[in-house]
């Protein structure tokens, strides 16, 4: 007999049976329990309208509706809220490509609401920096209510309302984090809302582009 014999069959023993507990046993128990005690979360947090998945609460899409809210800009590639290619700019704050860019960004903000002159809120115009960040905070979405109600047919107050509504607190007993809005899920507040509008409105409006 070999006198590494002894050495190699309990290593390969070993490695097979660590393999099988942290590659096959494991894996399947954790999902497993988090299918049935989170069984929303496990499943992506998805969010569904008529049945039918529209998002994901934990990412951001990329609204340009000007019906709609607008969420923070995204720096992922190819596209915007990449959720395979999660990243920010990396652009320093001294970096002329960042500046041009937020430029660009009160310009398209300014253009789609051309009588509001109120200060344009950071988050708008800057990029997370996972670029996936599904929030905004509440003077974001405040700042985009006279828009929307405006291309909705809406007053402004129906729609603070519903940006008052869909304010998340921060959490642990308001330690941890701060206020904000959810985009996807006030945009579906607010189509509901519209939706229950137009019989006292005198008929329905045109409506906005699908939810992407």
Known sequence: ?????????????????????????????????????????????????????????????????????????????????????????????????????????VATLRAADPGNDAPVPADLVTASASGLDPHISPAAALYQAPRVARLRGLSQEQVERLVLRHTEQPLLFGLVGEPRVNVLALNLALDAAAKADEPRQGGPRPAPQPMR
Do not use: C, H
């Not at 050495?7 to 988090?34: D, E, K, M, N, Q």
């Not at 609204?63 to 190819?78: E, I, V």
């Open 1 to 105: 007999m070999n006198a590494t014999t002894p050495i190699l069959r309990p290593a390969i023993a070993l490695l097979i049976a660590l393999s099988v507990l942290t590659g096959l046993v494991y894996p399947l128990a954790v999902t497993g329990v988090a299918k049935t005690v989170f069984p929303a979360q496990a499943a992506g947090s998805l969010v569904t309208k008529d049945g039918q998945p529209v998002g994901s609460a934990l990412i951001g899409q990329d609204f340009r509706d000007p019906a709609r809210f607008w969420g923070r800009p995204s720096a992922t590639a190819p596209t915007p809220y990449n959720a395979a290619a999660s990243s920010g700019s990396n652009d320093g704050p001294l970096n002329p490509a960042l500046v041009d860019a937020v430029k660009e960004r």
